[in-house]
C-alpha cells in the first residue's frame, strides 16, 4: 500500500514555465512534508520542507503548497530552468516516528 | 566535510550468490538508515540505527536481508543469498544526533546499484 502517491510520473517543462508535481497522503499522523531532489547519480538531497501550520512556503523559485483538508501538498517550481531537470521526490513523515515514507518520484525536464 | 559515503556504486551477481554493500555516515551522525529504490518506485524503508543499535527494522524484505553497524560507525547491509527482485538502488543516509527527524533532514549517499541476473 502506497502511503504517498505522486504525480505525474515525468514531466517536460519549457524554460521559464512553470513546474507542479503533486502528492496525496494517507495517514493523518503525518505532519512533516519535504521534497528532495535527485540528480542522476547523486542522492536525494533536501530542498525544502513544510509543516502542516502554514498553507504555503517559499524559497527562492520553490513553493510548497499544502492542503490540510485534502491531504494533498504540491511543489511548484517558478521560472523553471535546465538546471532544475532532475528527479523530485515528496515525502511524509509523523514527528513521532522516525522514518520518512517517499513518493514514486517525478522526473522532470526542462527544455531550454 | 565529508558526505555519506557508499561502496560499491554498482554491483552485478547472479542468483543466489552473496553482496555486502557498505556505508559510511557523516562523522558524528548518530542516526544511519537504508532505503531502497526498486525501478521506478517510491524509495523504501529498510532499517534505521541509532548508533550501534537497531531502532526500527520493520522495512527489512526477509531474512535474506543482514543490517550492521560496527561500533556505531560504518554500517554494512549484506544480502544472501540474492534474489532478482532484490535488484534496486540501496541508499544510505544519516542524520545528526538529539535531532529529531522530524525537524532535520536526511543526508544521503550516493547510492549502491545491485543488480541480481
Known amino acids: 500500500q502506497q502511503q504517498v502517491k505522486q504525480s505525474p510520473q515525468s514531466l517536460i517543462v519549457q524554460k521559464g514555465g512553470i513546474s507542479i508535481i503533486n502528492c496525496a497522503y494517507e495517514n493523518t499522523a503525518f505532519d512533516y512534508f519535504p521534497w528532495y531532489q535527485q540528480f542522476p547519480g547523486k542522492g536525494p538531497a533536501l530542498l525544502i520542507a513544510?509543516?502542516?501550520?502554514?498553507s504555503e512556503k517559499k524559497e527562492g523559485r520553490f513553493t510548497i503548497s499544502f492542503n490540510k483538508s485534502a491531504k494533498q501538498f504540491s511543489l511548484h517550481i517558478m521560472d523553471s530552468q535546465p538546471g532544475d531537470s532532475a528527479t523530485y521526490f515528496c515525502a511524509a513523515m509523523s514527528s513521532y516516528g522516525n522514518k520518512l515514507v517517499f513518493g514514486a518520484g517525478t522526473i522532470l525536464r526542462v527544455k531550454s | 566535510e565529508a558526505g555519506v559515503t557508499q561502496f560499491p556504486s554498482h554491483s552485478v551477481i547472479e542468483k543466489g550468490q552473496t553482496v555486502t554493500l557498505r556505508c559510511d555516515p557523516i562523522s558524528g551522525h548518530d542516526n544511519l538508515y537504508w532505503y531502497r529504490r526498486v525501478m521506478g518506485k517510491e524509495i523504501k524503508f529498510l532499517l534505521h540505527f541509532v548508533k550501534e543499535s537497531k531502532q526500527d527494522e520493520s522495512g527489512m524484505p526477509n531474512n535474506r536481508f543482514l543490517a550492521e553497524r560496527t561500533g556505531g560507525t560504518y554500517s554494512t547491509l549484506k544480502v544472501q543469498p540474492a534474489e532478482l527482485e532484490d535488484s534496486g538502488v540501496y541508499f544510505c543516509?544519516?542524520?545528526?544526533?538529539?535531532?529529531?527527524?522530524?525537524?532535520?533532514?536526511?543526508?544521503f549517499g550516493e547510492g549502491s546499484r545491485l543488480t541480481v541476473l
Open positions: 543516509a544519516s542524520s545528526p544526533p538529539g535531532l529529531a527527524l522530524g525537524t532535520g533532514e536526511l543526508f
Open positions: 513544510i509543516r502542516p501550520d502554514v
